[in-house]
Structures are given as C-alpha cells and as structure tokens.
C-alpha cells in the first residue's frame, strides 16, 4: 500500500494485520443447508453482491444472509430485490445477534469485484471469520484471494457467474472440503489472535529500533 502514498517514510515497512477473537465454542450446521454469511456495506461500488445473490439464488442447497447498515440497505433494495429469493436474507443486526451469525455460517463471503484497491484491502471482518473457523469464498485479482490459497482456508474463483457457479457446485459435491478448511482455519486463528498480533507488533518495533 505504501506505493500509493505520497511520502517517503526513512524506515522500514510491514504489515499489520488485524487480530481476531477465537470462538470455537459452538457447532457447525448438519443440514444441508450451507449457510453463507456476509457482513458489511452494500451500497456503493467497493460492495456490490449482485452476481453473488445471482448465482446463489440458483441453488436450494444455499441460505446466504447478509447484515448490513439498514440506511445501506434501504439505498439500494430496489436493484437487489428482483435478483433475490427465499435462498436470500437481509438483516440488520449487531452485537450478540451478530455474533450468532457468526456462528451459524458454514461460509463467509468476500466475493468482490477485483478493483485495484481490493490488490492491497485487507478486511477487518475477514480476520472475524477466521476467528469462528468459518470458511471462506473470495474472488480471484484480491489480496485476499491469495490470503485464503496460501493458507488453504477456502474457496477461490475468478470474478464471473460461471466461475462461482462451479465453486457452489464444487461445495455440494464435496462437503467434507470444508472440515479440511475449518481445521487449517482454527491453527491459523491462533496465529493471527489478539495476543499473537500485539507480541509481533512488539518484536517488530524492537528489531526496527535496536
């Protein structure tokens, strides 16, 4: 990201990752039902889900819900509403209720447009999955994308109708794919916890300034 800034900064550079917050505690789905969730804006260009409730819409296998700013909602449920069925559900929740869904997902949903901004985005809400051992489905051309390959926690699929169909299809026909992710999720949500973070944040400043 430091490309993009228009400074020059006389000392070394690294990422700092969100932490997460682990909670294991509760159990997966056994219907079969997969449960998709997202969490976030909906209403301007860097959030548009039409091609993913397209493409979900399709499947009875599927429930995705979606939890965002009901403002957010309201702007843009007229161009949402024709490509939406049953498959599909807006909430607005918050706090413990958020954390329930949470809970319930089987899969999280970071299936976006692959703009230039998205090469170096790192989403809070990503590190929140990870944190309920929630798999992940994102689009190919994002940083994410190569976040989830490199770990081995999810799905990953060009940004096109026929390349996510193929992934849901993917997800039906090999289910116990996502018991091999969730269990690379919860070694890597130890990696990256509250605690792990704030001792690398330390290690780094300490090699940076001795």
């Known amino acids: 990201m430091s490309k993009y800034i228009p400074f020059y900064f006389n000392k070394p550079i690294h990422p700092l990752f969100p932490g997460c917050n682990i909670n294991f505690e509760h159990l997966q789905s056994n219907n079969r039902d997969f449960k998709i969730l ?7 260009i860097f959030y548009n889900l039409k091609m993913s409730l397209t493409c979900i819409a399709k499947f009875k296998e599927f429930k995705m819900t979606i939890c965002c700013r009901e403002d957010g909602w309201n702007n843009i449920r007229d161009e949402y509403l024709p490509i939406m069925n049953d498959n599909i559900s807006i909430l607005h929740e918050h706090d413990t209720m958020l954390a329930n869904l949470f809970k ?4 999280f949903n970071i299936f976006v447009e692959p703009i230039k901004y998205r090469e170096f985005a790192v989403p809070y809400k990503l590190f929140e999955a990870i944190g309920y051992g929630i798999s992940i489905i994102a689009s190919n051309g994002t940083w994410v994308a190569n976040f989830v390959r490199n770990n081995n926690i999810g799905f990953t699929c060009d940004y096109n109708f026929n390349s996510l169909e193929n992934t849901l299809k993917q997800i039906i026909q090999s289910p116990l794919l996502l018991n091999r992710y969730r269990d690379n999720i919860r070694l890597l949500a130890k990696k990256y916890s509250w605690n792990m973070t704030a001792k690398r944040i330390v ?6 300034c001795i």
């Open 38 to 44: 997202y969490v976030g804006g909906i209403d301007n």
């Open 203 to 208: 290690k780094t400043i300490n090699r940076i």
């Open 104 to 107: 319930e997902a089987d899969l």
